[in-house]
């Protein structure tokens, strides 16, 4: 699954850049409007200059306070009831400094004289609203990477434990049959212990790497069963470009020694694995026994429970998982589209 929050840093400059576009254009636009060989019209533009640039701060005070503030917390109605007084405040005072600039000039309360105000209030409020909003989406997409971060690290954890667990009762095994392969298991055990300990951190491993690990665990399976159990493993691909989420493939492996040996009459159990350029096939079959029918379940297993939720984490609609159970077989089919 991609984690990927909001870029900030972006969001920043644009903002920047509408604001200056905004300004230069609400003040630059008179200056270059301007019949300067007249007298009359370099005082208006004087006077316009001053009111404009006494409407820069009511822009901000709506987008840095009350948006925040009052919008947020009181509703639509405080805000506009406050909103209305601010910006008869602003008229007024606009006229004054019209007549302090320009004392020649004559006060009217006309529609050019409410217009700039109003304008910039819409204007303010419509920004304000935006990067609210804005804020809160990545703040929210934020917090829901981060619970996801957090509930795939929960999962990760449990599966962990869960395969050591049934990696040492394979060696108790052997130790107590008192076997010669006691030492190598458990050097092999170290170094799948290892994989899980430094290479279950990153987000992504290469397939291959995923496939040797699958591998070390089918050869300890066959050190302790022996010829006890039927085990045929069919893997096939090349890809070094690809690449998956560790430990995702090893539970329906797991299941499938759980499941198919022990009070089933000559165990099999059928591994096929195939990967290319964008799709991951993984089929695992394994018989089962009458005595297991009844007691076993596909979310019954910490591991298979877990990497249900992990394939709806990190591959949503990007994977299918087929569960078959017959009377006499168990077969689970996955399909992973790997491509980036």
């Given at each position: 699954?991609?984690?990927?929050?909001?870029?900030?840093?972006?969001?920043?400059?644009?903002?920047?850049?509408?604001?200056?576009?905004?300004?230069?254009?609400?003040?630059?636009?008179?200056?270059?409007?301007?019949d300067y060989d007249?007298?009359?019209?370099?005082?208006?533009?004087?006077?316009?200059?001053?009111?404009?640039?006494?409407?820069?701060?009511?822009?901000?005070?709506?987008?840095?306070?009350?948006?925040?503030?009052?919008?947020?917390?009181?509703?639509?109605?405080?805000?506009?009831?406050?909103?209305?007084?601010?910006?008869?405040?602003?008229?007024?005072?606009?006229?004054?400094?019209?007549?302090?600039?320009?004392?020649?000039?004559?006060?009217?309360?006309?529609?050019?004289?409410?217009?700039?105000?109003?304008?910039?209030?819409?204007?303010?409020?419509?920004?304000?609203?935006?990067?609210?909003?804005?804020?809160?989406?990545?703040?929210?997409?934020?917090?829901?990477?981060?619970?996801?971060?957090?509930?795939?690290?929960?999962?990760?954890?449990?599966?962990?434990p869960h395969f050591?667990?049934?990696?040492?009762?394979?060696?108790?095994?052997?130790?107590?049959?008192?076997?010669?392969?006691?030492?190598?298991?458990?050097?092999?055990?170290?170094?799948?212990?290892?994989?899980?300990?430094?290479?279950?951190?990153?987000?992504?491993?290469?397939?291959?790497?995923?496939?040797?690990?699958?591998?070390?665990?089918?050869?300890?399976?066959?050190?302790?069963?022996?010829?006890?159990?039927?085990?045929?493993?069919?893997?096939?691909?090349?890809?070094?470009?690809?690449?998956?989420?560790?430990?995702?493939?090893?539970?329906?492996?797991?299941?499938?020694?759980?499941?198919?040996?022990?009070?089933?009459?000559?165990?099999?159990?059928?591994?096929?694995?195939?990967?290319?350029?964008?799709?991951?096939?993984?089929?695992?079959?394994?018989?089962?026994?009458?005595?297991?029918?009844?007691?076993?379940?596909?979310?019954?297993?910490?591991?298979?429970?877990?990497?249900?939720?992990?394939?709806?984490?990190?591959?949503?609609?990007?994977?299918?998982?087929?569960?078959?159970?017959?009377?006499?077989?168990?077969?689970?089919?996955?399909?992973?589209?790997?491509?980036?």
């Amino acid at each position: 699954m991609a984690i990927n929050l909001r870029p900030k840093n972006n969001e920043g400059f644009y903002k920047i850049l509408f604001q200056v576009f905004m300004w230069g254009i609400w003040i630059g636009y008179p200056l270059i409007n301007t019949d300067y060989d007249n007298p009359a019209s370099v005082i208006f533009l004087k006077m316009l200059f001053v009111v404009r640039m006494v409407e820069i701060p009511l822009f901000y005070f709506i987008v840095h306070y009350l948006i925040p503030k009052v919008f947020r917390k009181n509703g639509v109605t405080a805000y506009l009831i406050i909103l209305t007084i601010i910006c008869l405040t602003f008229i007024f005072a606009e006229s004054y400094i019209k007549v302090w600039v320009n004392p020649d000039y004559k006060n009217s309360y006309t529609f050019f004289i409410f217009f700039p105000v109003i304008f910039v209030a819409a204007l303010g409020t419509g920004y304000g609203l935006v990067t609210a909003y804005m804020e809160q989406e990545s703040l929210r997409i934020e917090e829901n990477q981060e619970r996801l971060r957090s509930e795939l690290s929960f999962l990760r954890s449990q599966i962990s434990p869960h395969f050591i667990f049934n990696v040492l009762n394979s060696i108790v095994y052997l130790i107590r049959s008192k076997s010669e392969l006691a030492e190598s298991v458990t050097i092999q055990l170290s170094e799948l212990i290892r994989y899980m300990l430094y290479e279950t951190d990153t987000k992504q491993v290469p397939v291959s790497k995923e496939v040797d690990y699958l591998k070390n665990y089918i050869d300890l399976q066959n050190v302790r069963y022996g010829d006890d159990v039927n085990i045929t493993v069919k893997i096939s691909g090349n890809d070094s470009s690809l690449t998956i989420e560790p430990m995702l493939l090893i539970p329906f492996v797991e299941n499938a020694f759980k499941h198919g040996v022990g009070m089933v009459i000559d165990p099999r159990i059928e591994i096929d694995l195939n990967y290319d350029q964008t799709d991951l096939i993984f089929e695992v079959k394994n018989l089962i026994g009458p005595e297991t029918t009844d007691q076993k379940d596909f979310s019954s297993g910490i591991g298979l429970k877990n990497v249900r939720r992990r394939l709806e984490l990190l591959y949503p609609e990007k994977h299918s998982l087929e569960i078959s159970d017959s009377d006499s077989e168990f077969t689970v089919r996955l399909k992973i589209n790997l491509k980036r």
